[in-house]
């Protein structure tokens, strides 16, 4: 079954608004960031929001790739995943990041449940086009988000690792950002929340590096193009990007090292830069 939950905010009896809202971090940028963030977390948990957090992991899939004499190659900015990479891909992801972040939040006082997309069949997949050239990379075609829904019914924060699995029974490498739009667009959230190490796409305006508080799809492309988003930037940007799926209308680019990031952002704060996808 295939659940797309109406609402993604619960009135309270007072009246005021608590928000579900969907999170997506790098597993390393997570293990960086400060005690605060993990403390702004369970706060929101306590007062009645539901973060439901999907992370990755590359570097340390690399490295453990490294370590086991597994060579890592990209097709076309994804990682070309063999049967021997996959069981790598699957212990990183779903075994070692995921229960580090697990105990990071439950260090700061929160509650967390870590699962991965083969869990219950919570992320569907199918092979992506270049099947051939790229190996087990998989497509999400649908989220199960009565599970999700489920977890943070019990009480707990879902820590989703980006692994789907098919009918069969096989599994697939999911793209962290690809997998956290398609988390978000199922449980009918309408906006995204990307942590990273930046403070969002900046722009020299007048001589000075400025953050720019909204930006379209396009115009990204544009400054890509123009040079103006360059080198380690454009991946970032691209990731977002990735995560603008079905119903999500907008990302937020912010810097997990900000204090109460979180609590600003989900209060209406203008902070970090907003993608936008025009209509």
């Known amino acids: 079954m295939n659940s797309t939950l109406p609402n993604s905010s619960t009135a309270t009896e007072a009246g005021t608004?608590?928000?579900?809202?969907?999170?997506?971090?790098?597993?390393?940028?997570?293990?960086?960031?400060p005690?605060?963030?993990?403390?702004?977390?369970?706060?929101?948990?306590?007062?009645?929001?539901?973060?439901?957090?999907?992370?990755?992991?590359?570097?340390?899939?690399?490295?453990?790739?490294?370590?086991?004499?597994?060579?890592?190659?990209f097709v076309d900015g994804l990682r070309k995943t063999t049967e021997p990479v996959l069981d790598v891909v699957e212990m990183v992801l779903a075994g070692s990041i995921n229960k580090q972040i697990v105990r990071l939040i439950q260090r700061a006082g929160g509650r967390a449940l870590g699962v991965s997309g083969v869990d219950g069949g919570l992320i569907q997949a199918k092979p992506v086009s270049n099947h051939a050239q790229i190996g087990w990379v998989g497509h999400v075609t649908s989220v199960q988000a009565e599970i999700i829904q489920g977890i943070v019914n019990m009480g707990y924060m879902p820590v989703i690792a980006p692994v789907g699995v098919d009918a069969s029974g096989q599994r697939y490498n999911i793209n962290a950002d690809t997998a956290a739009g398609a988390v978000a667009s199922h449980l009918g959230v309408k906006r995204m929340i990307v942590v990273t190490d930046v403070p969002g796409i900046m722009r020299t305006i007048g001589g000075?590096?400025?953050?720019?508080?909204?930006?379209?799809?396009?115009?990204?492309?544009?400054?890509?193009?123009?040079?103006?988003?360059?080198?380690?930037?454009?991946?970032?940007?691209?990731?977002?990007?990735?995560?603008?799926?079905?119903?999500?209308?907008?990302?937020?680019?912010?810097?997990?090292?900000?204090?109460?990031?979180?609590s600003r952002v989900l209060g209406g704060e203008t902070i970090g830069t907003r993608i936008v996808r025009m209509q």
Not at 46 to 72: C, D, F, Q, R, W
Not at 246 to 253: C, D, N, P, S, Y
């Open 17 to 33: 608004e608590k928000q579900m809202f969907v999170m997506k971090c790098g597993g390393s940028t997570l293990a960086a960031l």
């Open 35 to 73: 005690e605060s963030f993990f403390s702004d977390l369970r706060d929101l948990q306590s007062s009645g929001n539901s973060p439901v957090i999907v992370h990755g992991g590359g570097p340390a899939i690399s490295e453990n790739l490294a370590k086991l004499g597994i060579e890592t190659e």
């Open 208 to 262: 000075q590096k400025k953050v720019l508080p909204s930006v379209s799809v396009q115009e990204i492309e544009d400054m890509i193009q123009t040079g103006e988003i360059y080198g380690g930037m454009i991946p970032k940007v691209r990731a977002a990007i990735a995560c603008i799926h079905g119903e999500v209308r907008e990302v937020i680019i912010v810097d997990g090292s900000e204090p109460q990031i979180l």
